[in-house]
């Protein structure tokens, strides 16, 4: 039985997820898979790949044959390279967490409450800025007619 590491698509409508799949290679390309080893998520930034190293080296040493795309994702994560004896390649992009919103929610409370002014909130109105403009030439003319 031949054997592939494919990927299996999920999600909705332009929104792709894929799961990285050990499968027959006769099953459909959403059908049913031997084992899950993985995911990958192109649309999040940067991409979001998991990949389980110890299961996808297990089925590439079983003579598993990666397709095209789960081939570039394996050299991503370095499984590839570490598979075939080689230098392992540069490290990828990890998303920063995200902050704790209840952190976020706190600290600004906190902020209302102190009375802090942080200089976001317009304190003159946009009008009293027209009148200024206005002096401005007035005082021009009055130094050019003396």
Sequence with gaps: MA???KLKRLGMIRNAQYRIVVAD???KRDGRAIEEI???HPKE???RIEVNAERAAYWLGVGAQ???PVLKLLKLTGDWQKYKGEPAPAP???AEPAPDRHAVYE???KEALSGGDTGSVATTPKKAKKKEEA???AETQAEGEA
Excluded: D, Q
Aim: charged share 20%; hydrophobic share 40%; net charge positive.
């Design 3 to 5: 054997v592939k590491i």
């Design 25 to 27: 290679s006769r099953t």
């Design 38 to 40: 993985g995911l990958y």
């Design 45 to 47: 930034n940067p991409s």
């Design 66 to 68: 990666p397709t095209e």
């Design 92 to 94: 990828m992009k990890v």
């Design 107 to 109: 600290a600004a409370a």
């Design 135 to 137: 002096e401005a030439p």
